[in-house]
């Protein structure tokens, strides 16, 4: 079946504007998570769903960053007035929370580049 | 909370040679899993190998296998054979059930295959 399809593939926008990273999660995952790759880093998380709710968004790192759900399947990150420590790789997962494997399915990740 | 440390930040092996990759973790919690993800260069992560803490018996996958020393925190991967398809980034990462079960990520190792 389809995989975790993230768009755009890549992004680059300039300083000071708005962006929306867009996740589709594998169709009946319940759990959805963001995560942010820095060069030469490993993945940090940033938030996760649980449903249509945002049950833990204590990895998002100011009040620029904001994510939604609202019918519990594609998730949006939003980022206000960004700025170049914003560049990075935005990775996506989803997850079966039934299942007792805990294995997260990972997308390609969109590349954000603030110029 | 977890932290995962990958000491090496670079790897090399002979194509058909045998090599491995260190990790240890820090947990307070007494139920996690721990995985071992790889990263190629079109940046989708795939899962190589899941060890659950609770078992004893070491984890295997064709020709990827772990040793899990518990008491050590320490979770070292080994690929067998390696191949040039095997290039790539590798993350180990650790998961505590309580919560959001988030993945927590090493640094990363950088495994180049030589052929």
């Known amino acids: 079946g389809a995989g975790v399809s993230q768009t755009p593939s890549n992004k680059v926008t300039e300083k000071g504007k708005y962006v929306e990273l867009r996740c589709d999660p594998i169709?009946?995952?319940?759990?959805l998570y963001w995560y942010r790759q820095s060069l030469g880093q490993g993945p940090e998380f940033l938030i996760y769903?649980?449903?249509?709710?945002?049950?833990?968004d204590s990895g998002l790192p100011n009040d620029r960053f904001f994510a939604v759900r609202p019918e519990g399947s594609v998730s949006t990150l939003k980022i206000q007035r960004t700025e170049r420590g914003d560049s990075a790789v935005y990775l996506c997962?989803?997850?079966?929370?039934?299942?007792?494997?805990?294995?997260?399915?990972f997308g390609p990740g969109t590349r954000l580049t603030v110029t | 909370a977890q932290t995962v440390t990958q000491s090496q930040p670079e790897m090399s092996v002979q194509e058909a040679e045998t090599v491995t990759l260190s990790c240890t973790y820090d947990?307070?919690?007494?139920?996690?899993?721990l995985f071992w993800y790889k990263q190629p260069p079109s940046r989708q992560m795939i899962l190589v190998i899941r060890?659950?803490?609770?078992?004893?018996q070491n984890a295997t996958e064709n020709r990827f296998s772990v040793n899990f020393q518990k008491a050590a925190k320490s979770f070292s991967l080994k690929i067998s054979d390696s191949q040039l398809g095997d290039a790539a980034m590798y993350f180990c990462?650790?998961?505590?059930?309580?919560?959001?079960?988030?993945?927590?990520f090493g640094q990363g190792t950088r495994l180049t295959i030589n052929p």
């Open positions: 997962a989803s997850s079966l929370a039934q299942a007792k494997t805990y294995e997260q399915y």
């Open positions: 169709s009946g995952h319940t759990a």
């Open positions: 769903f649980q449903g249509t709710g945002a049950a833990d």
């Open positions: 947990t307070s919690e007494s139920d996690y899993y």
């Open positions: 060890q659950e803490a609770y078992k004893q």
């Open positions: 990462a650790c998961l505590g059930l309580q919560g959001a079960q988030k993945l927590v």
